[in-house]
């Protein structure tokens, strides 16, 4: 309400009262639509002064809400206050489209009964498509699950979780599911669908939080056909974003409605993620998408090119399908610039070429495990940061960390114990003691116990360093 009269520049303590009981009569929607932007009140001589930007607006706040206007006023002086309304065109400047789009809405509504549709971002072109995505071992179970979740069943399972390292095709298939997913529902309205990352949805639920629109943000989210949301790993020790997208995904389920998702890693690798929300991920369908093997690369590269317009020899593809492997972002950068040294040179793409463009690629990617590496997945997957890992600290949780890391560093990287131990500050002896004590555990079939925001959770050392190393390769 604060902000409401403020936009309303009262004159006094007196219209601020008229507006709190106005905004308590009519509600936060009406008061937000008709009266915070661009009228002004006045309560002089008298009488209440209602200034508007234009006339549409002025006969629909006498029509509507001038009786109750009258009746906040009256509760204020004690006795019956007169309400006169003037057009101001001054005004005009203080009302934004969003505004007039608002007014328009619930004009429609009270005039018809039907909600005109609302623009969605969907409605914006996203870049992917399902036709478009090139399918092989390493991504065929995902591609079929997106294939599901459009097609005439929309699926047996509710949500689709899919994760996988960067560059692979993960926000590809949302997209597509997105761009797929159009049409009208059963009852004969538009399907809406909308695609946010997990830092927009983040964003968009503070915002909403501290304007005290809440009402608006689930409104906008618990009514869509289809959520896709990528990056959900970017939720993680946000709790109360976690709460909120907990309601917000159940909400969509029971109405019969589908969510999509994709992460860098499982679900049950996500550092403090709501355990609630785990068990709503992996109750639906959860696939991983590795990276593309030769034979998908090939064909990424040949389609990309096409796409470029580049004229490469099926050689030179398959020289950068050799080298390149890591992500299909990667085989398109080398592509790119593969083009622009073409350009330069005048010449065509040879294999030369790309081996020379792939030269500072390739020394780079020798040693393609590192200790940090390493270290950041381990801190993701127990919900710790790298820095602590390096710290003293000696809680439970923290030490198991930190001894796994360096058991995966020792094993994994060329690093000697002292190299290891100068890395993430601790000596020689601290990292001997915990590669061997995770060599014991391992050998003994031990499991390791540490806890986590809902509790405490304990896993086999075996299957314990066998989900981190799938996240690390």
Wanted: aromatic share 6%; glycine share 8%; charged share 25%.
């Amino acid at each position: 309400m604060a902000g409401g009269t403020e936009s309303l520049r009262a004159d006094d303590a007196g219209v601020r009262e008229i507006l709190a009981g106005l905004h308590e009569r009519i509600g936060p929607q009406r008061y937000n639509t008709w009266f915070r932007h661009g009228v002004q009140l006045r309560l002089e001589d008298g009488h209440v002064t209602v200034a508007v930007p234009n006339p549409f607006v002025g006969n629909w706040i006498e029509t509507h809400y001038q009786a109750v206007i009258a009746e906040a006023a009256a509760d204020h002086t004690g006795h019956a206050v007169p309400v006169v309304v003037n057009v101001d065109p001054t005004l005009s400047g203080d009302v934004g489209k969003r505004q007039l789009d608002k007014q328009a809405e619930m004009v429609e509504k009270a005039t018809t009964g039907r909600t005109r549709p609302r623009t969605t971002p969907t409605e914006t072109p996203l870049r992917y498509k399902l036709s478009d995505f090139v399918v092989g071992e390493s991504n065929r179970l995902a591609h079929s699950a997106a294939l599901a979740m459009v097609g005439p069943e929309r699926g047996g399972f509710n949500p689709l979780f899919i994760h996988g390292p960067c560059g692979v095709g993960k926000t590809h298939l949302l997209q597509g599911i997105c761009n797929a997913a159009g049409g009208t529902s059963a009852d004969g309205r538009p399907r809406v669908r909308r695609y946010v990352t997990a830092e927009q949805f983040t964003n968009d639920f503070l915002t909403c939080l501290r304007q005290r629109k809440l009402g608006d943000f689930r409104l906008r989210y618990r009514k869509l056909d289809l959520l896709a949301i990528d990056d959900v790993h970017f939720l993680a020790a946000k709790k109360a974003t976690q709460d909120e997208f907990l309601h917000t995904f159940n909400a969509i389920d029971v109405a019969g409605r589908k969510v999509v998702m994709a992460s860098d890693a499982h679900p049950r690798l996500v550092g403090d993620l709501n355990e609630a929300l785990v068990s709503r991920f992996v109750a639906g369908m959860v696939v991983k998408i590795d990276p593309p093997d030769r034979v998908m690369r090939m064909e990424i590269l040949r389609r990309k090119a096409r796409k470029m317009n580049l004229r490469i020899d099926d050689d030179v593809l398959d020289y950068v399908a050799m080298h390149v492997r890591a992500s299909v972002r990667e085989l398109e950068g080398t592509l790119f610039k593969l083009a622009a040294l073409s350009a330069l040179d005048g010449g065509r793409i040879t294999r030369d070429l790309a081996a020379d463009a792939l030269a500072e690629y390739l020394a780079r990617t020798d040693s393609a495990i590192t200790v940090g590496d390493i270290e950041a997945v381990v801190a993701a997957f127990f919900g710790v940061t790298p820095a602590d890992l390096h710290s003293s600290r000696r809680t439970r949780t923290v030490s198991v960390a930190r001894t796994v890391a360096m058991f995966l560093a020792r094993r994994h990287t060329p690093m000697s114990y002292p190299e290891i131990g100068r890395f993430m500050g601790k000596n020689h002896s601290s990292v001997v003691l915990g590669v061997q004590r995770m060599e014991q555990a391992l050998k003994d079939g031990k499991e390791l116990t540490w806890m986590t925001p809902a509790g405490r959770k304990s896993l086999p050392a075996v299957q314990l360093v066998q989900l981190i190393e799938e996240q690390i390769f």
